[in-house]
């Protein structure tokens, strides 16, 4: 498995605008994927900036090519999404997944 991550910053008054249009318009595209596993988001606040740490996870770096493109570490990023963001990552780093403990935690 291949866990690619993709870091953005957005004010906190928009974070929640972000995981609505990740949760309702990026998950159900990505899952019309056979690749891919699953996601994640993570946020951290401070001060009034929130920063985003994607990552998604898919079995194949062939997977992330169906998705991305040739290049696969171009980050593919939404209009609708970028709007809601102050900066982002245009290039995104991958991982092999090598040790999982336990099951995801349950998203609310």
Same mark, same amino acid.
């Given at each position: ?7 953005? !910053? $957005? ?5 929640? @605008? =972000?995981? @609505? /249009? ?8 990505? /899952? !019309?994927?056979?690749? =891919?596993?699953?996601? $994640?988001?993570?946020?951290?606040? $401070? ?14 770096? %062939? ?34 997944? %090598? ?10």
């Amino acid at each position: 498995m291949i866990a690619r991550l993709w870091s953005a !910053k $957005t004010i906190e008054s928009r974070s929640r @605008q =972000y995981l @609505q /249009h990740f949760e309702s318009s990026v998950v159900p595209e990505l /899952h !019309k994927l056979s690749g =891919y596993i699953g996601s $994640t988001v993570l946020t951290r606040t $401070t001060n009034s900036e929130t920063e985003v740490l994607v990552t998604t996870v898919w079995r194949s770096l %062939d997977a992330i090519r169906e998705f991305a493109g040739s290049d696969l570490e171009m980050a593919v990023v939404a209009d609708e999404a970028a709007a809601l963001l102050t900066s982002y990552d245009s290039r995104v780093r991958h991982f092999e997944v %090598d040790l999982v403990d336990g099951a995801p935690p349950a998203i609310p």
